[in-house]
DNA sequence: TTAATAAAGGATACCAATATCCTTTTATTT
DNA sequence: AAATAAAAGGATATTGGTATCCTTTATTAA
């Protein structure tokens, strides 16, 4: 039921450039650290194996940055998780079971087999696409939500 | 999705000792941690835990060690899992945003809702005492699973 | 072709979860 | 009472995720 902090980094940042792809600039990672409050170098390593991971594009130089490509709105959240929290993260046993599945069930796998394949279809199917929303200024400040100083 | 191997390791401890509830004879901690093939120290730290929040009772000295009690056999998933995990480990963002709620969600939000409330179903409503098979030897065996060396 | 800008990449620090060890306390047995 | 056995408790590694900084590479603009 949780991710690491880098999923969610890596996922409001795509959301961010995402939401700008109108836009004729390119999205460098100081303005996008800035705007969702997050931690600018880390981020910077996240978005690096975005883009590593042809979810986004990016260039290097004067007037650099990130932007989408022909991938990005139809990247599947399944993509990002596996990207970010590793290929094996719906594989592991809720027991820290080595050997377990369907044939060697551990006593808590058969309960949760049919919620675990309803995430996986949520993620599998929804979209960066299917996240963004209309409302450009508000979708940012819901992106950068934090705790009231 | 997933839990710390601290949940694991609490809930097969807790299965273990429940299963051999009619032995007269309570079960120490060495024996735990060999039969579930588990670090013993560190099993001994979340046993204290477990004991703590009254899911299982322990006695020191001489044939001393773990058995259950009245509530141990009626304790939700639940219990369990805010224990090793935290208590806000179903409030916790997916996206790391510190005021994400119901008013005012993350993109995530709406579309994990309904598994989310599932599974806390299924956490709240299956006890210990629904995960006890009845082939002792076989259930043992499953508890301790681990990879092939 | 030089200066400026920005991502990529590598090195290092930090912290919490995980794991181990050692000492203390408690209970039982002799 | 003394010896023993076992959990409780505290102190200390180890590891992986998180975070920061610095150098390198690439691109653009003057």
New binding site residues.
Partial sequence: MTF???FG?ALRGILYVSLLKDEPRK????EIAEKLSV????L??I??AV??AGILS?????????FINEKTLHTPLLTIILLTE?NNYFNTCLLSMRKCNSANPCPLHNKVEGHKDGLLQIYGQTLVSDLLQDDKADFIKSLATVEAA
């Fill in positions: 690491s902090k880098s980094y999205i460098s990672i100081d931690p600018r170098h880390f910077g390593k978005m690096k883009v590593k990016s260039t290097r130089g004067l007037q650099g940055g990130f590793g």
